[in-house]
């Protein structure tokens, strides 16, 4: 993909969760970049956008949040159509199932028709977590324990940054390498895959795991669009309908300059996270 000079990348649809908004590991100023640089037909908020089990116990806004919120909503305005899908950590905001605000279209679960004609299931996925449905206090403390390992993560890319290395994921290494972990994960894709056979769809997109993933799961599409705090992910539609995960950092690459009006000019604060300087 070449996009000329100051053109923004175009999708069909784009794919967003787990943005974590009202927390101090959510990537804000990238995410913000991201939705600078990017254009689609269709926005799907796949559910923790804002942070509500956090903002519970600390409130913490940066203005880089709100920048992200009000890009949105400039979106939904210029004519993408978005969709919002709450999740469990912004669960609150299925009260207002079925509403629009400022164009953002409320929905339970959506169902999207790819330009090749597949048919998604696009849902956050917590309904198919055992853990959360059926055991919150232990969702509860494993949302503290991954807050600790953020924070740690913080550190050791700091000191990453300073060595000229690229960003590492602690939590994901961790993921990886605990067994129970991998257990999980695969139990978690495979419900919702048996959930999108069963109901007659073609495949299923949600994020929940933080784990960007395409793969067929017995003649199912399973997608995962990743998150915005670990792996600054998106899972992305073309033209044509192919289905891809798109990383913030190819984004810069293949679109070195947003345009004028839109320009990021941002720096790292001392947690390691790009954030507008003007």
């Not at 890319?157 to 602690?170: C, E, M, P």
């Not at 978690?188 to 495949?203: H, K, N, P």
Request: hydrophobic content about 40%.
């Amino acid at each position: 993909m070449s996009p000329a000079a100051n053109a923004s990348l175009r999708f069909r649809a784009i794919w967003i969760s787990d943005t974590h908004l009202g927390t101090s590991g959510c990537q804000a100023g990238r995410l913000l970049d991201f939705l600078r640089r990017t254009e689609s037909d269709h926005l799907y908020l796949v559910g923790d956008i804002i942070d509500g089990w956090q903002l519970r116990r600390r409130w913490y806004w940066h203005q880089t949040h709100n920048d992200v919120v009000q890009k949105i909503l400039r979106k939904a305005r210029k004519g993408t159509e978005v969709v919002y899908i709450p999740g469990n950590h912004d669960e609150a905001v299925r009260h207002f199932l079925g509403v629009a605000f400022g164009g953002i279209a409320i929905r339970d679960e959506a169902v999207h028709t790819t330009a090749r004609g597949l048919r998604l299931l696009v849902t956050h996925g917590d309904l198919f977590d055992g853990v959360v449905q059926y055991a919150r206090w232990l969702a509860f403390l494993g949302d503290r324990l991954y807050t600790l390992s953020l924070h740690l993560n913080r550190w050791l890319n700091a000191l990453r940054a300073r060595l000229g290395l690229r960003y590492w994921s602690l939590a994901q290494f961790l993921k990886h390498k605990v067994k129970n972990a991998v257990s999980y994960i695969v139990a978690f894709e495979e419900a919702l895959a048996a959930e999108a056979r069963s109901r007659q769809f073609d495949g299923v997109v949600c994020g929940h795991i933080h784990q960007a993933e395409i793969r067929d799961i017995g003649g199912i599409l399973y997608c995962n669009d990743g998150d915005w705090v670990e792996s600054l992910t998106a899972l992305v539609e073309s033209a044509e309908g192919d289905l891809s995960i798109l990383h913030w950092h190819d984004v810069l690459a293949q679109h070195p300059a947003p345009d004028e009006e839109d320009e990021i000019h941002a720096h790292s604060d001392r947690n390691g996270r790009l954030v507008p300087t003007g």
